[in-house]
């Protein structure tokens, strides 16, 4: 039900307009950033999410990051 109501969330943001307001030409970002403890389903989440994307029109990178990722190593 966690991983229902958070997909649902994802897809709501990136349906919403790029353009906040024409009357301020105030621009939108529709970023999303999941967060929780380890085992959470944050990357089944987003996998889920992803296999929605039209090949044609967005591309999907995955990185897998864990606690111990520095910067240097990224």
Do not use: C, H, Q
Not at 32 to 51: N, P, Q, W
């Amino acid at each position: 039900m966690d991983s229902t109501r958070t997909e649902f969330l994802m897809k709501s943001i990136g349906a919403l307009p790029l353009e906040k307001s024409k009357l301020r030409k105030e621009w939108g970002l529709r970023n999303t950033l999941l967060v929780g403890g380890a085992g959470t389903a944050k990357t089944s989440i987003v996998i889920m999410y992803s296999r929605n994307f039209n090949a044609a029109e967005m591309s999907f990178k995955r990185i897998n990051f864990s606690s111990s990722t520095e910067p240097i190593n990224f």
